[in-house]
């Protein structure tokens, strides 16, 4: 990007005329929010997802990801930080209401892994859309390993107001469809959150230390922190960096997803799905009566594609995304870089969701040209060199094919995001501009980030990284436990977990088809429409 300045701040004067600040009122923001459960001891919880919750198939807001220990809590989509920070208190009151002694680890990396086999895979029952679901985690396991998988994160969930939308088109082209037009913006958007994405593990990341169980006796460069812990001395996000939930399917397999566009956006992730991987038919897919995985293609499906950044449209029941983002666009962007906040009771606050509603728009407003091969590849090395030592002093980033000093362009990019904050807010101090100038700290002192805090503590208490994250974890129940949801809500979520046990229990009655008819059908979806793309 080359001085994107001067279209950034000719866009914001425009909207902030032209009343923008009145629409961002109805943007929504959404939480995904990742946590193990453990033992009062701190070993990973050999207890099935607990009855009381629901059905982790069908309940809306109370799920569970990769291992039936990995607890998914989801917010609905809202139109305030403080409504959609307050329903995900409320999923944390109720949540330990039913987890007897366990509790919910507070930190993105693991606890203690005796071995990928003490992992137990998610189960949502026997109906075909619940085997699905656990033949595909089982298929991550087998093409990964389990381990990588049981390390949680947060995701930010972001849409713009339609309001928002007719006006930003009326001042940038003025004509064509709605869809095609948000499609072609919010590309560019993805873009820029890739191009910047680091900024999120500096100013965020709180996983700089692990239990050295992660490492599964594999010898890494990591250094040790005491007997029991590995760490980098300047890491921001472990998670983030190349210890961490990495996708490897362009190494061998040639696949790396393209973001010229939303057409070719789709049609990348359905060639990944539709193309056979020859180290992964090595696996087999049915072998004797147990699925191993769904298919033996370079993605199972499409969410086996790691992003930090990712376009999203609400799907129907089992249609799939690409589909979905073929028939009717982009309905809003999913960030995916967040760490756990570990000094927080839920992992998330309104800091970092007012920055990344500014960053939103920062690179919403901001030149978008399409990622080249080089470019593709600097973006890849920014993260991982910001997870790794995005705290050293003088560290180099690459930007434009020349090295660029991480606190310079960290800098560059605040500066720039103070109009959007003006905007977002509808004045000059609001909270975003309140949250603007807490990162703006953190660049001038990176003592103040998530990061080193984490570090600092340990040292501080004498303690490695499991018995930091146990202490804190156990801190984070006790004040949750010291709080209860309001009688309607916590009689709502009983009637949420009662009717997603009974859903679940007639999908099971009422299913009737093979497993392999249910995969030949999912799979064969939208043949018919493939070429009516949207953007």
């Given at each position: 990007?080359?001085?994107?300045?001067?279209?950034?701040?000719?866009?914001?004067?425009?909207?902030?005329?032209?009343?923008?600040?009145?629409?961002?009122?109805?943007?929504?923001?959404?939480?995904?929010?990742?946590?193990?459960?453990?033992?009062?001891?701190?070993?990973?919880?050999?207890?099935?997802?607990?009855?009381?919750?629901?059905?982790?198939?069908?309940?809306?807001?109370?799920?569970?990801?990769?291992?039936?220990?990995?607890?998914?809590?989801?917010?609905?989509?809202?139109?305030?930080?403080?409504?959609?920070?307050?329903?995900?208190?409320?999923?944390?009151?109720?949540?330990?209401?039913?987890?007897?002694?366990?509790?919910?680890?507070?930190?993105?990396?693991?606890?203690?892994?005796?071995?990928?086999?003490?992992?137990?895979?998610?189960?949502?029952?026997?109906?075909?859309?619940?085997?699905?679901?656990?033949?595909?985690?089982?298929?991550?396991?087998?093409?990964?390993?389990?381990?990588?998988?049981?390390?949680?994160?947060?995701?930010?969930?972001?849409?713009?107001?339609?309001?928002?939308?007719?006006?930003?088109?009326?001042?940038?082209?003025?004509?064509?469809?709605?869809?095609?037009?948000?499609?072609?913006?919010?590309?560019?958007?993805?873009?820029?959150?890739?191009?910047?994405?680091?900024?999120?593990?500096?100013?965020?990341?709180?996983?700089?230390?692990?239990?050295?169980?992660?490492?599964?006796?594999?010898?890494?460069?990591?250094?040790?922190?005491?007997?029991?812990?590995?760490?980098?001395?300047?890491?921001?996000?472990?998670?983030?960096?190349?210890?961490?939930?990495?996708?490897?399917?362009?190494?061998?397999?040639?696949?790396?997803?393209?973001?010229?566009?939303?057409?070719a956006y789709v049609r990348s992730l359905t060639w990944a799905i539709e193309t056979p991987c020859p180290q992964y038919e090595e696996i087999g897919v049915?072998?004797?009566?147990?699925?191993?995985?769904?298919?033996?293609?370079?993605?199972?499906?499409?969410?086996?594609?790691?992003?930090?950044?990712?376009?999203?449209?609400?799907?129907?029941?089992?249609?799939?995304?690409?589909?979905?983002?073929?028939?009717?666009?982009?309905?809003?962007?999913?960030?995916?870089?967040?760490?756990?906040?570990?000094?927080?009771?839920?992992?998330?606050?309104?800091?970092?969701?007012?920055?990344?509603?500014?960053?939103?728009?920062?690179?919403?407003?901001?030149?978008?040209?399409?990622?080249?091969?080089?470019?593709?590849?600097?973006?890849?090395?920014?993260?991982?060199?910001?997870?790794?030592?995005?705290?050293?002093?003088?560290?180099?980033?690459?930007?434009?094919?020349?090295?660029?000093?991480?606190?310079?362009?960290?800098?560059?990019?605040?500066?720039?995001?103070?109009?959007?904050?003006?905007?977002?807010?509808?004045?000059?101090e609001g909270p975003r501009a309140e949250s603007l100038q807490r990162q703006w700290d953190k660049v001038r002192d990176p003592d103040l980030t998530p990061?080193?805090?984490?570090?600092?503590t340990m040292r501080a208490h004498g303690e490695g990284f499991f018995a930091f994250a146990q202490r804190l974890s156990d801190t984070h129940r006790q004040?949750?436990?010291?709080?209860?949801?309001?009688?309607?809500?916590?009689?709502?979520?009983?009637?949420?977990?009662?009717?997603?046990?009974?859903?679940?229990?007639?999908?099971?009655?009422?299913?009737?088809?093979?497993?392999?008819?249910?995969?030949?059908?999912?799979?064969?979806?939208?043949?018919?429409?493939?070429?009516?793309?949207?953007?």
């Amino acid at each position: 990007m080359k001085d994107p300045r001067a279209a950034l701040e000719r866009r914001a004067a425009g909207l902030s005329t032209g009343g923008a600040s009145a629409t961002f009122a109805d943007n929504l923001i959404g939480l995904e929010k990742e946590g193990l459960r453990v033992s009062a001891t701190g070993r990973l919880a050999a207890t099935p997802h607990p009855p009381s919750l629901g059905s982790a198939l069908t309940h809306p807001y109370i799920t569970t990801d990769f291992s039936e220990a990995l607890i998914e809590l989801i917010t609905p989509a809202l139109a305030s930080v403080d409504g959609v920070l307050g329903f995900l208190t409320d999923l944390h009151l109720y949540l330990y209401r039913h987890l007897g002694a366990e509790l919910l680890w507070a930190t993105s990396m693991p606890c203690v892994i005796e071995g990928a086999r003490s992992i137990p895979l998610a189960r949502y029952g026997t109906s075909n859309p619940g085997t699905m679901k656990t033949v595909y985690r089982r298929g991550l396991g087998n093409r990964y390993g389990r381990t990588m998988q049981v390390i949680a994160g947060v995701h930010f969930n972001h849409s713009f107001a339609d309001a928002f939308w007719d006006l930003y088109q009326e001042q940038t082209t003025g004509s064509g469809e709605a869809v095609h037009f948000r499609a072609e913006a919010q590309m560019g958007m993805v873009r820029n959150l890739q191009r910047v994405g680091w900024l999120v593990p500096y100013l965020f990341g709180a996983s700089p230390a692990v239990c050295a169980s992660f490492a599964q006796g594999q010898e890494t460069d990591l250094r040790r922190f005491d007997a029991n812990t590995l760490f980098y001395p300047y890491a921001t996000s472990l998670r983030m960096g190349d210890i961490g939930y990495q996708n490897k399917q362009e190494e061998g397999t040639g696949m790396k997803a393209c973001y010229d566009s939303l057409d070719a956006y789709v049609r990348s992730l359905t060639w990944a799905i539709e193309t056979p991987c020859p180290q992964y038919e090595e696996i087999g897919v049915k072998v004797g009566d147990r699925y191993e995985q769904l298919n033996a293609n370079v993605l199972q499906i499409e969410n086996e594609y790691y992003s930090t950044v990712r376009p999203k449209q609400i799907t129907e029941w089992m249609e799939k995304p690409t589909l979905a983002l073929r028939r009717r666009g982009i309905r809003y962007v999913e960030l995916r870089s967040l760490d756990v906040d570990i000094f927080d009771p839920i992992g998330v606050g309104a800091e970092q969701l007012f920055f990344l509603e500014t960053l939103m728009l920062y690179c919403l407003l901001s030149e978008s040209p399409r990622i080249g091969t080089r470019e593709r590849r600097d973006i890849d090395e920014n993260q991982v060199l910001t997870a790794h030592r995005g705290r050293e002093p003088g560290l180099q980033l690459a930007r434009e094919r020349e090295p660029m000093g991480l606190r310079r362009w960290a800098e560059e990019i605040l500066s720039g995001m103070a109009a959007v904050a003006e905007l977002l807010d509808g004045t000059s101090e609001g909270p975003r501009a309140e949250s603007l100038q807490r990162q703006w700290d953190k660049v001038r002192d990176p003592d103040l980030t998530p990061s080193a805090r984490v570090l600092e503590t340990m040292r501080a208490h004498g303690e490695g990284f499991f018995a930091f994250a146990q202490r804190l974890s156990d801190t984070h129940r006790q004040h949750l436990l010291a709080s209860t949801p309001t009688p309607e809500r916590a009689a709502w979520l009983d009637q949420l977990a009662a009717d997603s046990v009974q859903q679940q229990g007639e999908m099971e009655t009422a299913d009737e088809q093979s497993f392999e008819d249910f995969l030949r059908d999912y799979f064969g979806q939208g043949e018919g429409d493939r070429e009516v793309a949207v953007g």
